[in-house]
């Protein structure tokens, strides 16, 4: 009797855990569904406004951190384990540190860790191809720049990046310009551009590769100014900077970042920036492609992306994570620390980041056709 008694109690209690815990519902850390999530607005103001209150001192980090967990919604049973972050580039590199910092802000919010893994080769199709056969379970997700959308103009792929592969976020915009050496004759870029009007074909730039958006700008750069333009390609970073230091080339197109030393010791100056606003804090009379009128959609960039067919939830949820991440005083310290701020603005969510992809892709095909099939 007293065995069936014990018995029947464990089952009594049994049940009521089930009945209380039904009558609870969902909590914050076990998840939402996610018809019951709030507007994204609603969610970047929370994020955006508990940022604020870090950055005036109104709030330490730790409250910060536990205050922006509360505000994003989050998937039902997602994450409960490491997520690996797949950089299709060698380590040490612009995409790779990007990915880490932001990575280590994001895991703040995640509250499970990031593995990062280098798969660099093929102009980074060793990496796109491995996530985009991974499970889209939000495990694996990838950094990812103009690349895909180039090596789909300019290759045959086994998929469609831009159609296949599940936006997430994008931070960090255009950085780039066009420099001379400390000797070059052209101190303006109008004086460069007079020049190569009268002299088809012997204006050179030392860029990252013939087959990227590289390629993509100096095609846009033709078309605009009436002028003809050799690309001549240097992967590695260090040589690109000995021929346009040489002399043997007339211009560069890099980052502004890996370049400052270059800058401030005046061995290398900037012609034009790439974008709608001029760098003012490079150098506030050098002009920028919109003050000619000039738009060029194929530039470079940097993001977030996942395998095809990622849920809606979760993709929603990583925005928001490397969002807060991406605006944490840390990730503005290492941003600063390489002169990514000089950035232009560039914050783009999941919907805007595919439009945008989209746009890449048609203007270098266009550009591709055009300049190719003559």
């Known amino acids: 009797m007293r065995k069936a008694m014990k018995y029947y109690s464990i089952l009594m ?10 009558g609870r519902g969902s909590t914050a850390e076990e998840g939402l569904p996610f018809e019951k999530w709030p507007a994204r607005a609603e969610v970047i103001k929370g994020i955006d406004g508990a940022i604020a209150e870090l950055n005036s001192g109104k709030m330490n980090e730790a409250d910060a951190v536990a205050k922006i967990k509360k505000i994003i919604p989050k998937p039902v049973g997602y994450p409960k384990r490491s997520i690996q972050a797949v950089t299709p580039w060698g380590p040490g590199g612009g995409s790779d540190l990007a990915m880490r910092n932001a990575g280590r802000e994001a895991v703040k919010f995640l509250g499970v860790p990031l593995v990062y893994m280098n798969m660099p080769g093929a102009g980074s199709e060793m990496g796109n191809s491995f996530v985009y056969k991974q499970a889209p379970d939000g495990y694996t997700i990838l950094s990812v720049n103009g690349s895909p959308m180039a090596n789909a103009v300019f290759s045959k792929l086994p998929y469609n990046f831009v159609e296949e592969f599940t936006p997430i976020f994008s931070g960090q915009g255009y950085s780039e310009a066009f420099f001379v050496g ?80 270059l800058l401030k010791s005046g061995d290398l100056r900037p012609l034009l920036y790439y974008g709608p606003k001029r760098f003012v804090e490079v150098d506030p009379n050098v002009p920028c492609m919109g003050d000619y009128g000039l738009e060029v959609k194929a530039l470079r960039w940097r993001g977030i992306a996942a395998p095809p067919k990622l849920p809606k939830d979760i993709q929603e949820y990583l925005y928001y994570v490397f969002y807060a991440a991406h605006q944490m005083p840390e990730y503005k310290k290492f941003e600063k620390s390489v002169m990514l701020h000089y950035s232009q603005p560039w914050a783009k969510n999941p919907d805007e980041l595919k439009e945008f992809w989209t746009n890449f892709y048609k203007e270098g095909k266009v550009l591709y056709d055009k300049y190719t099939k003559k």
Request: charged share 20%.
């Open 13 to 22: 209690l049994a049940c009521f855990l089930v009945v209380a815990a039904a």
């Open 182 to 261: 400390r000797n070059s004759p052209f101190k303006t870029w109008d004086d460069l551009v007079k020049w190569a009007k009268v002299n088809p074909g012997k204006f050179t730039v030392a860029t990252v590769g013939k087959t990227t958006d590289d390629q993509f700008v100096i095609w846009k750069v033709m078309e605009h100014f009436g002028i003809d333009i050799v690309n001549m390609s240097f992967e590695v970073a260090g040589e690109r900077r000995t021929v346009v230091l040489g002399g043997h080339v007339v211009a560069m197109a890099d980052s502004i970042g890996p370049v400052s030393q």
